[in-house]
């Protein structure tokens, strides 16, 4: 089936342009030539400096740190460009989709930021949307026009798998990603570990406080095995390292860890390169500046995935099939 376009453009914001580079370079497209300004007042000023008139405009922004709100502002202000430049079909590839921890009223008084985020998108002029491992799948139902959520989890467990470990257990860092984590387990032929934490009030009888101390426990048996925490995103690493912990506690021979959003939020890569993790796996969906690696930290690239994805909506081609000869049934 071929493209009722006759031309793909690709177009970029600053939220991870290495990774809009290797995806223009995979498909044999350049990125657009595109203005991005911030004036002295904070404005942000965009302006295509070539024609998308009736063509298939692809914009890659990722919605990183620093400056979220910027990044948020340019994805927007991009697509009204293309929108208003009578752009044929656009579709936004957002490889990390933020305030995907907002996506319901869990207390009184509190939006639901992950809604309100799909309603700017559309309403900028999105035809469609793509984006990678959301850290809530109903996020999906936010949006009232196609939606590809693709998943790099394949990527990780290839990585993995590679190894040929036979005393690995996977561990859940917690129960809310028992699920997915279970999923990844069953594509490594490995066992499951959930670490489990619980909130218990406690009454002090001397002043008539209240307090609600956490207590983490750990369902399997992890002791004498490689143990791996798998996660969709790590933001201060403070959960994952409490994790580490208790792994060390429960004699854990050695600890990896693998997540595909490197956030990376306050000091947690110092915390990190610090801690007992022999490996951390995570994919470039986020960039990491080269000054912040270390030799534990290991970025698969989702470039090839992405292109792949693009090029086949650009043809007409059925995304899905993609992934039937890469991923485990597990992981579908």
Not at 16 to 26: G, V
Not at 207 to 225: A, F, H, M, Q
Request: aromatic share 6%.
């Amino acid at each position: 089936m071929g493209s009722r376009f006759d031309e793909m453009r690709i177009f970029a914001g600053n939220g991870n342009l290495p990774l809009a580079r290797a995806i223009s370079e995979r498909l044999g497209v350049p990125l657009g030539d595109v203005t991005i300004v911030k004036f002295s007042n904070e404005n942000i000023f965009v302006r295509l400096n070539e024609s998308v008139r009736e063509k298939d405009v692809f914009v890659i922004q990722s919605l990183s740190m620093p400056d979220l709100s910027d990044r948020i502002m340019e994805l927007l202000i991009l697509l009204d460009a293309c929108k208003r430049a009578s752009a044929g079909r656009i579709t936004a590839v957002i490889p990390y989709y933020a305030y995907g921890r907002t996506d319901k009223k869990d207390q009184p008084r509190v939006p639901i930021t992950a809604r309100l985020l799909a309603d700017m998108i559309q309403v900028a002029g999105a035809h469609q949307v793509m984006t990678i491992d959301l850290h809530a799948g109903q996020i999906q139902g936010f949006f009232s026009i196609p939606m590809d959520e693709l998943t790099a989890m394949h990527l990780l467990v290839r990585y993995f798998a590679d190894k040929g470990w036979n005393d690995l257990i996977v561990v859940s860092p917690d129960v809310g990603f028992a699920k997915r984590a279970r999923n990844f387990a069953e594509a490594l032929n490995a066992p499951l570990a959930i670490a489990e934490k619980r909130r218990l009030q406690h009454f002090d009888r001397k002043d008539g406080s209240l307090t609600v101390p956490e207590i983490l426990n750990l369902i399997g048996d992890v002791r004498g095995k490689r143990c791996l925490i798998v996660d969709d995103e790590i933001a201060t690493g403070s959960s994952i390292l409490e994790v580490v912990q208790l792994l060390e506690k429960e004699g854990a021979s050695e600890i990896y860890a693998c997540c595909v959003h490197p956030v990376f939020a306050g000091n947690a890569i110092e915390r990190l390169r610090a801690s007992p993790i022999r490996e951390l796996v995570v994919t470039d969906t986020l960039p990491v500046a080269p000054e912040r690696r270390w030799p534990g930290l290991t970025i698969l690239s989702v470039s090839t995935l992405i292109a792949e994805v693009i090029q086949r909506i650009h043809s007409g081609v059925s995304v899905d099939t993609i992934f039937q000869h890469r991923r485990h049934p597990a992981l579908s």
